[in-house]
């Protein structure tokens, strides 16, 4: 079954446990293991934790999902283009992408982004969109293989 969503969210703190909560509860009723729910909630919540904090003069930003039979992929994107766009992309392309000082308050998503997900890409333009893609496993055996079954894909939008 592919399902896929897209929110558009006022660039505000509390709008990052929306997300959770409304990504945890679709992820969960697709049989999604709690371990790859788990990841997912976290690698967005940073994702968009960034929207909202670096998002600067863009009132609101974006979040869109597509979760297919074996792979979730999220876009979270603001509109515009990122301060410093060379400095951003090559802390996502890296290697190694260097952690802050033990006292700073900030600066591990893109690590945590990186290690909780299979890929994570950047694309500056025309929009700073985050791009994370998970391969996914279910727990639930009624959900194994609908796509193989030929049952409908399910379209969801939130505004």
């Known amino acids: 079954m592919d399902t896929v969503f897209s929110i558009s969210l006022p660039r505000q703190a509390y709008t990052v446990a929306v997300v959770r909560d409304v990504l945890g509860a679709l992820l969960r009723r697709s049989g999604l293991c709690a371990g790859c729910v788990d990841d997912i909630l976290l690698a967005a919540s940073e994702a968009c934790s960034n929207a909202v904090e670096h998002g600067e003069r863009y009132p609101d930003y974006e979040v869109g999902v597509e979760l297919a039979a074996n792979w979730c992929e999220l876009q979270i994107s603001q ?72 049952q409908p894909s399910t379209r969801f939008a939130l505004l």
Do not use: N, W, Y
């Open 79 to 150: 509109p515009g283009k990122a301060p410093d766009t060379g400095a951003l992309v090559q802390r996502f392309a890296s290697e190694h992408t260097p952690l802050p000082g033990l006292t700073s308050e900030s600066g591990r998503g893109i690590s945590l982004m990186r290690h909780l997900m299979d890929e994570v890409d950047l694309h500056p333009e025309p929009r700073t969109t985050v791009i994370l893609r998970k391969r996914v496993t279910t727990c639930d055996p009624a959900h194994r293989g609908a796509s193989e079954r030929g």
